[in-house]
């Protein structure tokens, strides 16, 4: 079935420890992002790779990292997990930004829930 | 800054119509788009807008002002399964996508 994956769907962390978390894509859409959403806030962009071999800072970026070693992966990192990075995360791809002429909709992963305590 | 602005929570009855607001104010503006994100689910894609006007799709319709920085999302025949948030969300110059807190929907039968 088309579309992406995340892992784990949920995690709880000590504050302090290293957690990647995993995003697969299998629609071959070059762009990926990272986002974060909070209760009363938008979905707040961490990271993105408008394609394989290159990322960017989004909104909020510190005490994260990504990287983008192949079209289909894009893992997000927490270095040393910290309370205020309890959130629920979500990947999203794209097939090409501001290129394709058409409306370059975002879709979506399941989302991973990640509570740091 | 980039702003966009919606109301936190709406509450309408099964079979009527509703509209969702939003204003934005954005650095650049390349679309607008409207999705539905259930509780504990993923958003999902409803609509976008790049030109003014009212684009509609089956009960679904959203319209869009460029010079008022304003779209509404028109819902009709409200269904009990529409209960969810109604996100706003503009791609800006830079094509990325700054979003609204999101609009709650509840469905009164």
């Known amino acids: 079935i088309a579309g992406i994956t995340q892992a784990p769907t949920s995690q709880i962390l000590a504050a302090g420890r290293r957690m990647t978390l995993r995003c697969t894509q299998d629609?071959?859409?070059?762009?990926m992002y990272w986002y974060r959403q909070d209760l009363g806030l938008g979905l707040r962009l961490i990271h993105y790779?408008?394609?394989?071999?290159?990322?960017g800072k989004g909104e909020v970026p510190d005490g994260y990292s990504v990287s983008r070693a192949n079209t289909d992966d894009f893992p997000l990192t927490l270095a040393s997990a910290v309370p205020s990075q309890t959130s629920v995360y979500f990947c999203?791809?794209?097939?090409?930004?501001?290129?394709?002429?058409?409306?370059?909709?975002?879709?979506f992963g399941p989302g991973t829930r990640l509570t740091v305590l | 800054g980039q702003n966009i602005d919606q109301p936190t929570e709406m509450t309408a009855t099964e079979g009527a119509i509703v509209q969702i607001n939003c204003t934005y104010q954005?650095?650049?503006?390349?679309?607008l788009f409207w999705y539905q994100q259930h509780a504990g689910e993923a958003p999902t894609f409803l609509s976008y807008?790049?030109l003014d006007g009212l684009e509609e799709k089956g009960r679904f319709s959203s319209f869009l002002s460029r010079s008022k920085g304003y779209s509404y999302l028109l819902l009709k025949e409200l269904q009990m399964k529409d209960s969810a948030s109604y996100l706003c969300?503009?791609?800006?110059?830079?094509?990325?996508?700054?979003w609204g807190a999101g609009t709650k929907l509840i469905i009164k039968p």
């Open positions: 954005t650095s650049g503006f390349n679309g």
């Open positions: 999203a791809s794209s097939d090409s930004p501001g290129t394709s002429g058409g409306p370059d909709t975002q879709y």
């Open positions: 629609m071959r859409h070059n762009a």
């Open positions: 969300a503009v791609l800006d110059s830079n094509y990325q996508l700054i």
């Open positions: 807008n790049v």
């Open positions: 790779s408008n394609t394989a071999g290159t990322t």
